[in-house]
């Protein structure tokens, strides 16, 4: 059974969008998701003017690639998805780091690096 009606289904095919129903005794599918789009709302949709579909799957696709690749998990002890685990610095090594920013989004999305 699902949860909204057929025509909703009709209008997001239309658009090349395919509904995935959550699976039944699942509870935590759903809660993942709704972190997700929490995550993605705060950290890039309420930031930025969104001006057509285009624009729209450009940035959604740099914070995909931003999440996974450079964005730091806690839960993956401070390394990104499709990242290694950073390896540990010196002590004496810290005082003499030098980063470098890159901005992405026109500087909605910051990603750090070590210059060489």
């Known amino acids: 059974m699902r949860s ?3 025509l909703i289904d009709e209008i997001l095919a239309d658009a090349g969008i395919r509904a995935v129903l959550t699976g039944v005794r699942m509870p935590r599918m759903t809660s993942i998701m709704e972190r997700w789009v929490r995550t993605l709302r705060r950290e890039l949709l309420d930031r930025t003017l969104i001006w057509n579909e285009q624009h729209l799957r450009h940035a959604l696709r740099a914070y995909e690639l931003h999440h996974n690749e450079h964005r730091t998990h806690r839960s993956l002890q401070t390394a990104a998805p499709l990242r290694p685990l950073p390896q540990p610095l010196e002590p004496e090594r810290i005082a003499s780091l030098r980063i470098r920013r890159h901005d992405r989004l026109g500087g909605v999305l910051h990603e750090y ?4």
């Open 4 to 6: 909204h009606p057929a």
């Open 113 to 116: 690096r070590h210059a060489a």
